[in-house]
C-alpha cells in the first residue's frame, strides 16, 4: 500500500465510527447493513476502514464488472468531468453519440436504437411503457422467482411479496407464470399480451438458468401473438455469464433489452435496447440524467475494456475453473451450485446467513439471493489466485 493509500485508510480508520452513526442517523434505513465501513477498493479487492483487505464478490451487487477503480474508466471519468458534466437530452452531445453508436455496433442482432436512462429499475419502467405503447394492449407476463426492480412498475414484475407488500395497489394487467415451464407459457401468452418481461438467469431470485426450450418458447409465442419479447440483462450483461450478453448463449433476438449494472464501470446508468418495432414520438418518455456526458464516458471506456481485453472469454473459463473449485466442496450442507460464466449460486439445505458472515470474517464478501442461496458475482477481472482462496474459504466456512 503506498504512502498516500496509508493516509487515507488511517483517516478513514478514525472515522469508522462516525460514518456508521452518521448513515444510521441520517440515512432513512432500507439497506440490513454489514457493519463494515468501506473506503477503497483495486480490481477484486476492497479496503475498510481498518485497512482489512477482502475478495469483493459482490462486486456492487455485479456493477463492477471490470473491477474498482479501473484506470480505463477513472481516467476517463476524470477527462469528461472537466469538459462537461450535464448536458440536457434537448442538445446533441458527442461522448453520448459515439457510445450510443459503439453499444448498438455489438448488440444483439435486430437491436437497432436504444433509451439510455439511469439504473435497471428504469430500464425495465420505460420496457414496460414501450410495450404498452406499442402493442396498445396491457398484460404483462413475468415469472416466479422474478426480480426486475423496485419502481412500481418494475416492481409489480416482480413476483417476491417480501418486496411487494405494503406498495399496493400496483400496475393491473402482470401475471405470473412458473420458469422453466413451457407449457405454462402456452397458457399464458395471447392475444392481450403485451409483453413477456424474462431474465435469462434469475438472480435475485437464486441464480436459476433458464432452458434453451423454455427462453425459444417464449420467443416463438410473443412473434405469434404479436407480443413483445422483454429481456432483463441487468445483472448479466457486458460478459457477466461468459458472453458479452446472455441472450447470446440461446441464439435469442429480443424486442427490447434491458441493461444496467456493469454498463459504466460502476457509475450509474441504465440503457434500453430496442428493435425497430419500437418507435416513440418526442415526449412520449425522458430523464433528465439519461444519457449523462460523465455516464456516457465511463460507459464508453467499460465497453472499449470488455471489448479489447475480450472480459467476456476470460469470465467463461474462471467460471469454469471456479466451478471446478466448487465440485470439490462435497460439502453435505450443499443442495445444488448453479453457475452461468461467473454468476454463481449454491443452494445450501439451511438458511444462508450464516455463512455470508463466516465468509466475511474470512476475508470474502458474498450475497445472498433469496433465504438459502449463497451467491458470488466477482468482477470478471479476479485473478485465479483469488478464485482459490474464495474456495478455500468457502471450503471451511461450509465444513466447520
Not at 74 to 80: E, G, I, P
Not at 104 to 118: E, H, I, M, Q, T
Not at 205 to 228: E, M
Request: with cysteine.
Amino acid at each position: 500500500m503506498n504512502g498516500a493509500s496509508q493516509m487515507e485508510t488511517s483517516l478513514a480508520s478514525d472515522s469508522a465510527g462516525v460514518t456508521a452513526h452518521q448513515e444510521e442517523t441520517f440515512g432513512l434505513g432500507v439497506y440490513a447493513r454489514r457493519g463494515l465501513v468501506l473506503c477503497r477498493g483495486e480490481n477484486a479487492f476492497v479496503w475498510d476502514a481498518q485497512g482489512r483487505r477482502y475478495i469483493d464478490c459482490i462486486a456492487g451487487h455485479g456493477s463492477a464488472n471490470i473491477g474498482h477503480a479501473h484506470l480505463a474508466v477513472t481516467s476517463a471519468v476524470v477527462a469528461q468531468s472537466m469538459r462537461l458534466l450535464a448536458c440536457s437530452n434537448v442538445f446533441y452531445n458527442d461522448i453520448r453519440g459515439e457510445y450510443l453508436r459503439l453499444l448498438l455496433s455489438v448488440a444483439p442482432d435486430g437491436l437497432r436504437r436504444a433509451f439510455l436512462c439511469n439504473s435497471g429499475t428504469e430500464a425495465i419502467e420505460a420496457a414496460i411503457k414501450f410495450a404498452r405503447h406499442v402493442t396498445g394492449r396491457v398484460e404483462i407476463i413475468s415469472t416466479f422467482r422474478a426480480f426486475h426492480g423496485r419502481t412500481l412498475g418494475s416492481l409489480s414484475a416482480t413476483h417476491n411479496p417480501a418486496y411487494r407488500n405494503g406498495f399496493g395497489p400496483l400496475l393491473p394487467g402482470v401475471t405470473f407464470v412458473p420458469y422453466n415451464d413451457s407449457a405454462a407459457l402456452v397458457k399464458a401468452i395471447s392475444g392481450e399480451t403485451a409483453a413477456v418481461v424474462l431474465e435469462i438467469v434469475q438472480g435475485e431470485g437464486g441464480v436459476h438458468v433458464g432452458t434453451r426450450d423454455f427462453l425459444s418458447t417464449a420467443a416463438r409465442l410473443c412473434a405469434a401473438r404479436g407480443a413483445l419479447l422483454i429481456l432483463d440483462e441487468v445483472q448479466t450483461g457486458f460478459g457477466r455469464t461468459g458472453r458479452l450478453f446472455a441472450c447470446e448463449h440461446f441464439d435469442l433476438t429480443p424486442d427490447i433489452l434491458c441493461l444496467a449494472k456493469s454498463i459504466a464501470g460502476g457509475l450509474p446508468m441504465g440503457a434500453v435496447l430496442c428493435s425497430e418495432r419500437i418507435t416513440m414520438p418526442p415526449g412520449s418518455h425522458g430523464s433528465t440524467f439519461g444519457g449523462n456526458p460523465l455516464c456516457c464516458a465511463a460507459a464508453y471506456a467499460t465497453l472499449q475494456v470488455l471489448l479489447n481485453d475480450d472480459i467476456p472469454k476470460a469470465a467463461d473459463e474462471k467460471g469454469a475453473y471456479l466451478g471446478e473449485i466448487l465440485a470439490r466442496l462435497k460439502s453435505p450442507r450443499v443442495r445444488e451450485i448453479r453457475r452461468l460464466g461467473l454468476m454463481v449460486g449454491i443452494d445450501l439445505r439451511e438458511k444462508v446467513k450464516p455463512y455470508i458472515e463466516k465468509l466475511q470474517e474470512a476475508g470474502v464478501l458474498a450475497l445472498p439471493a433469496g433465504p438459502t442461496v449463497l451467491r458470488l458475482l466477482p468482477p470478471l477481472t479476479i485473478g485465479y489466485a483469488e478464485l482459490e482462496r474464495v474456495g478455500t474459504a468457502l471450503e471451511e466456512v461450509l465444513h466447520g
